[in-house]
């Protein structure tokens, strides 16, 4: 029988859990996922390569190794799959950008004690500023995340063999789901709600894929702008639903299902937790965020979704699973 001591290995780990922030988004900063892709495998090339020193090099592999990112075999260094698919850049679903992003949001954390016990935010909360500059920053960054849940919100609704449809997308930042959705199927048209300079962002996008002839947006508060009624073939409200309340949710689920055509589907994307809050790991940690930054956000259970949808007046939800996000599509 083994006699399993706890050692203080995790605890650790977890305390300094900041070492992998600093690590992940120092080397995206570099390009270091780049450069072993295209071959720089040892310490002296990836520093020749990524113009940094030699030393600091080897620091970032020892880390990136530690972390899971990168492996070493017989001296040489090269990308996990997880590193080659989401950090290497050029690549669609590339989160170099947010990993570098993160490294600037570390210092915030700080005020979660504080947050803690007030239940709030201690300074603006982000998500309720009308143009706040944040999003200007986070929006393309976070672009590549929705490449996976985008991709499989298209299938699950057999866009691209759907014809002439119509979406409506709330909250839609980049216009990441909008530039995928209109590549996919070259008949649909879609329209974009946002803060008028995060629109901008999304126009650029667009235009730079050759579909902004089939690209609207709408500049506003989705909270007060009025959706229209029997318009869309599908609505789309992804990674919204965590910054709102459940009486939020409710009303905006109340008026998009007005907004669809008989038929229509809406989907929602977020970081959805089991009924018991038991998992996923991803989306309870998330709940830190929402506390950090927004006055009643969160991440809401299964149940939860579907109670808002059944009772704005869809009939049949469905749930997918895009990890860490999940899909629910209600029509
Ligand atoms: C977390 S981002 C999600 C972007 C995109 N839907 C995605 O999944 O990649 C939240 C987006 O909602 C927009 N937003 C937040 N509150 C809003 C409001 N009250 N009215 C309009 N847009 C809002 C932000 O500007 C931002 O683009």
């Given at each position: 029988?083994?006699?399993?001591?706890?050692?203080p290995?995790?605890v650790?780990?977890?305390?300094?859990g900041?070492?992998?922030?600093?690590?992940v988004g120092a080397?995206?900063?570099?390009a270091?996922f780049?450069h072993?892709?295209?071959?720089?495998?040892?310490?002296?090339?990836?520093?020749?390569?990524a113009k940094i020193?030699?030393r600091?090099?080897?620091t970032?592999l020892d880390?990136?190794?530690s972390?899971g990112l990168?492996e070493l075999?017989?001296?040489?260094?090269r990308?996990?799959?997880e590193?080659s698919?989401?950090?290497?850049?050029?690549?669609p679903?590339?989160?170099s950008g947010f990993a570098?992003?993160k490294l600037?949001h570390m210092g915030?954390?700080?005020?979660l004690?504080?947050?803690v016990?007030t239940g709030?935010?201690?300074t603006?909360p982000t998500?309720?500023?009308a143009?706040?500059?944040h999003?200007e920053?986070?929006?393309p960054?976070?672009?590549?995340?929705s490449?996976?849940a985008?991709?499989?919100?298209?299938?699950?609704?057999?866009?691209p063999e759907?014809g002439e449809?119509?979406i409506?997308?709330?909250?839609?930042g980049?216009g990441i789901?909008?530039?995928?959705?209109?590549?996919?199927?070259?008949?649909?048209?879609?329209?974009?709600?946002?803060?008028?300079?995060i629109?901008n962002?999304a126009?650029?996008?667009l235009e730079?894929?050759?579909?902004?002839d089939?690209f609207t947006?709408v500049d506003?508060d989705?909270?007060t702008?009025?959706?229209?009624?029997g318009l869309?073939?599908?609505?789309?409200?992804?990674?919204?639903a965590?910054?709102?309340?459940?009486?939020?949710?409710?009303e905006v689920?109340?008026r998009?299902?007005?907004a669809l055509k008989?038929?229509g589907a809406l989907?929602?994307c977020?970081?959805?937790?089991?009924?018991d809050?038991?998992?996923?790991a991803f989306p309870?940690l998330?709940?830190?965020?929402?506390?950090?930054?927004?006055?009643?956000g969160?991440?809401?259970?299964r149940t939860?979704?579907r109670d808002?949808?059944?009772?704005a007046?869809?009939?049949?939800?469905?749930?997918h699973s895009a990890?860490?996000a999940?899909?629910?599509?209600?029509r």
């Amino acid at each position: 029988m083994t006699n399993h001591q706890p050692t203080p290995d995790t605890v650790l780990q977890l305390i300094n859990g900041y070492w992998a922030t600093g690590i992940v988004g120092a080397a995206a900063g570099h390009a270091v996922f780049t450069h072993l892709e295209n071959g720089a495998d040892t310490p002296g090339l990836l520093a020749a390569r990524a113009k940094i020193s030699e030393r600091g090099a080897g620091t970032l592999l020892d880390g990136l190794v530690s972390v899971g990112l990168v492996e070493l075999r017989e001296g040489r260094y090269r990308n996990t799959a997880e590193a080659s698919a989401y950090l290497v850049e050029g690549k669609p679903a590339c989160l170099s950008g947010f990993a570098r992003l993160k490294l600037t949001h570390m210092g915030g954390l700080a005020a979660l004690p504080e947050v803690v016990r007030t239940g709030g935010p201690v300074t603006d909360p982000t998500t309720e500023v009308a143009d706040n500059p944040h999003w200007e920053l986070v929006v393309p960054a976070i672009a590549a995340q929705s490449v996976p849940a985008a991709t499989l919100a298209a299938q699950v609704l057999g866009l691209p063999e759907a014809g002439e449809v119509s979406i409506l997308d709330v909250g839609g930042g980049s216009g990441i789901y909008s530039a995928l959705w209109l590549e996919a199927n070259p008949r649909a048209r879609s329209t974009q709600l946002d803060w008028e300079p995060i629109n901008n962002i999304a126009r650029r996008l667009l235009e730079e894929r050759g579909l902004a002839d089939r690209f609207t947006c709408v500049d506003g508060d989705f909270h007060t702008t009025d959706f229209g009624e029997g318009l869309y073939d599908v609505a789309l409200y992804s990674h919204i639903a965590h910054q709102e309340s459940p009486e939020q949710n409710t009303e905006v689920f109340t008026r998009l299902r007005r907004a669809l055509k008989p038929g229509g589907a809406l989907v929602v994307c977020d970081y959805v937790v089991d009924d018991d809050r038991s998992g996923p790991a991803f989306p309870l940690l998330f709940a830190s965020e929402m506390l950090l930054k927004s006055n009643q956000g969160g991440t809401w259970r299964r149940t939860e979704y579907r109670d808002w949808l059944l009772k704005a007046g869809f009939g049949d939800v469905s749930f997918h699973s895009a990890p860490p996000a999940t899909l629910a599509v209600a029509r």
